[in-house]
């Protein structure tokens, strides 16, 4: 069983190899536990005893020499009896890892590297083996055996092994096996107020027994159907429904009515909130530059719809982890919907504790949601309070090594047409490449007669020499650049007669263009002739390729060259034309060329030659058949490209090769030690994986493991899940944390027995509501009581129905739903409540006025990270920086301030006025009595009915619904 660690074992782990391994203090406490019974410092060795000398060529026999010593020395320490900080020596694979920590102590061929002759031996001043009263010392002969035994290899016969593979246990209750064991008897119970309807109740009211609290009645009709629909839906019932639900004399109306709701597209789109608070699902990056994902809402989309399908809780795990084998691209975007730091340094240092922090998003995410463990306390150490190592935390990372940030093609949303499309171009592409390749390998390398050629074209300055010809117009037309819209410092023309540049502004020239990059001072078509070097005083066209810009003289004249550049100055050599040609003509319509990039050496692309320049060393027929198949290279790039763009893309990650992972000392991505093979949490078995194992695979086995039968963890933590969210705490009241510093559940047989029905009911999350729904548990009043609220003031043992405040998407769904806004449109790209300026860091600003498009449900809001809706943020509203199992729920003044007075509140208030103006009519009493049926779901006391048609008269009908909207009643769920 693992307890508890010692301090210092959860501070440290194996000294380190560095140089500085010799630290006084904590670090070194860990040796100093595991060889208590050996320790030997300058002092502490017999003195006076004479060393027999040993022969190079001497075997040190392990049974006869080493294991009496580890046996005498060290087995009361670290033996079968007992392991102080979890190492043991009378078992091999534990003795050679190292215990918990992994750094091995036994260094085969290599005494001096090895932790454990480095303490016994003394050459630690600081260290003592052992601590003084702890025992007698080794002698120097023991030392020197364990010296010889080592760096001979450190040979250990399989038959004295020990129990071989001995693995870590624990007993602590979320890791047992489910009990599956039927519901309690209950004797002598009120079934006349509590009716015992399903198994729930019994274990509820076991529980309420024994504790002497008397349960509470159901709830009216009324109540409960508002409950249902602010539970499952998160918006109020219509008038119309409550109506037919009140007059029906059905037994079975409840049953009904849960079924009906869970049935509808609203549930999904109401339980889907609850999942991306649990996997800190967001819309942007994070960090300082917080960039929008603008698909990132594929993810959004598949979690509503698998709610909505009742998608098997066992495949909707499976399809999160692995969705891209099992042909479910946009579930995958579970992996990468946490933030991560896109701005990259050439600092090592920050590049590796970046990749880091990337891997420890994935290990907590997934540990968190599916396994309710915080594995990732073991980043650095083994866990301080639960069964994982710090090995098994490297073990998952080793699982999610290939995966990284990125968008994915989803190729299971590809119509068949463009599938098929897509296939015949590619095998049409490969041909035509292979063809290319031929006459590539044809041509050799350049000839001896390129060497004539000028040089290849470069950012400070080219001249471009031709016959001296009469032009009055001069077109330098781009082809190709090397990055985005091509830049040009300066186009300067020069006649033979003198070597000044005739093309100046102030010499009467004009300038024209095909487009100019639009709203840059720096960057306009006067700069192009007016005769200032320099990126800010140039002109950049406004596409990549296809675009001119031209000079027209004041007068025909005779020219011999053009000079050109991207910066003369040498600061930028992005934006350079690569491809082009020069242009004379007399009358601005009859063009001549007069020089272009094929007179240049091809330009180099990180040392390579463009794919094309090879055509230029062909001749003949062969040349003009292979700038043929050149053109249906690009044109079915071009189509291929066409149809790629036709496909969903989504922010779902990207999957590569599987990188190697190390354990890192105390998680310095600087201090790696031994290699860890791709696994799960060893308290729980192993995937059986290596090194070797392919990235896929690696996924996929996790996921199987995941909903294996035998995973205890799985199936509790969804059905806790569940609980939480209708009766606002789960059984177990830390729904990510079932480890030993989480609450224990108030009902464990309850918890086991639904989990154990969970799975032997196909893993569906429907049924598991229905059971929930329709328990009397479920149905009780919430109104409170004094004595079980001194028993009982959190209501744990469930005498009555908790009620809460509604989140802030149900308080802004209902708001729109009562005003008769709400924009029923469904999945999609999200709607913004910000405007964005797109700069390197995007800033947000709130929305004043809001459209229809704003009026939607808020689940479809594009959720923006550090950025809060301004009216609704101050509801605990999560910003998907980390995972969020269960919501605060605080009361602040802003809260009230931003439901009476923002200008959202304002504008909805006056739309419910105007429909009840339009449904209700003039007179104010049938105003308020239709307000309260939307609102509250009942008719108005008189009280209510004077009191509001006394604020209407005084203060409008729009101060009226202000208040409906700012109700205690109208927010809250009970």
Known sequence: MLTDLSDCQRDTGMPSKQPSRFLPGSRILFLV????AIGIGPHAVAQNEAVPPLADSDRVDFASEVLPIFEAKCYSCHGPAKQESNYRLDIKQRALEGGDFGNPPIVSGNSKESDLWIYVSGEDPDLIMPPSGSGPPLTLSQVETLKRWIDQGAEWPEHLSGHGKEGITTDHWAFQPLRKEGPPQVDDWPSDVFPIDNPVDLFVAERLQKNSISPSPVADRTSLIRRLYLDLHGLQPGPDEVREFNETSSSKAYEQLVAKLLDHPHYGE?????????VRFGESTGYEVNRDRANAYHYRDYVIEALNQDKPYRDFVREQLAGDILGVDEATGFLVGGPNDIVKSPDINLTLMQRQDELADYVHTTSASFLALTVACARCHNHKFDAILQKDYYALQAVFSGVQHGERLLKNKIPEAVRVETETKNKQLASALAKLEEWRSSTGKPTAESARLLEMVNAKLNSDPFPPSQARFVRFSIKRTSSAEPCLDELEIFSPDHDKNIALASLGCISTSSGNYANNPKHQLKHINDGVYGNNNSWICDKT??????????????IHRVDWGRDRNEVYRDRLTTDYEIAISLDGENWQAVSSSASRKPFLINGKEPEDAFL???????????????QQVVQLRKRIAELKASTPTGYVGQ????QEIRRLHRGDPLAPREVVVPDTLSVMGSLGLDEKTPEPERRLKLADWMVDASNPLTARVIVNRVWHYHFGAG???TPSDFGVNGARPTHPELLDWLAWQFMENGWSLKWLHRQILNSSTYRQTSIPRSQPTKVDADCRLLWRFPPRRLEAEAIRDCV?????????????????????????VHHYFPLKEFTDEHFRRMIYMTKIRQEQDEVFGVFDCPDGGQTIPQRNRSTTALQALNLLNSKFMLQQAGYLAERLRNEGGATPEVQVKLAFELAYSREPTNAELQDSVELIKLHGLDAFCRALLNSNEFLFLS
């Open 270 to 278: 109401r339980w889907a909130r609850h999942w991306l608070d649990v």
């Open 816 to 840: 729109l739903q009562l005003s008769g806004k709400l924009n029923p449109k469904a999945g999609g790209p999200g709607f913004l409540l910000f405007e964005i300026d797109r700069e390197n």
């Open 616 to 630: 230029a060393r062909l001749s003949g027929k062969t040349a003009d058949t292979a700038r043929a198949e050149y």
């Open 731 to 733: 059984l177990v009241a």
């Open 655 to 658: 999957f590569g090769a599987a």
């Open 33 to 36: 536990c595991c060889l208590a």
């Open 545 to 558: 390729e296809g675009g001119w810009v031209q000079i027209e003289l004041p007068q025909e004249t005779l």
